[in-house]
Nanobody, 115 residues
Framework: QVQLVESGGGLVQPGGSLRLSCAAS????????MGWYRQAPGKQRDLVAF???????NYADSAKGRFTISRDNAKNTVDLQMNSLKPEDTAIYYC?????????WGQGTQVTVSS
């Protein structure tokens, strides 16, 4: 059973930065892709960014230019660097990993952007 554990969430002021990290119980480079989703209260869970096994990345429009997803094979983590945070970025952020048609999820980490 694959386990994903997120860390790095918290409270930050608008314009600030946070770095989320997702640790996996399997080599992060072995998944077909890994990514980050977020879910705000009363809204659906939406993709933020993902990185493929080959290293290609893809971002939601809301994340482009502000967020960067990266994979650290030495630490066995997939990280999401979030800069220029806005109140609308407030959500629970979930780590996701995929093997073909199988999806694994972490428990989520809360990010709150507020002054």
């Amino acid at each position: 059973q694959v386990q994903l554990v997120e860390s790095g969430g918290g409270l930050v002021q608008p314009g600030g930065s946070l770095r989320l990290s997702c640790a996996a119980s399997r080599f992060v480079s072995s998944f077909s892709s890994m990514g980050w989703y977020r879910q705000a209260p009363g809204k659906q869970r939406d993709l933020v960014a993902f990185i493929t096994k080959g290293g290609s990345t893809n971002y939601a429009d809301s994340a482009k230019g502000r967020f960067t997803i990266s994979r650290d094979n030495a630490k066995n983590t997939v990280d999401l660097q979030m800069n220029s945070l806005k109140p609308e970025d407030t959500a629970i952020y979930y780590c996701n990993a995929r093997d073909a048609d199988i999806a694994y999820w972490g428990q989520g980490t809360q990010v709150t952007v507020s002054s």
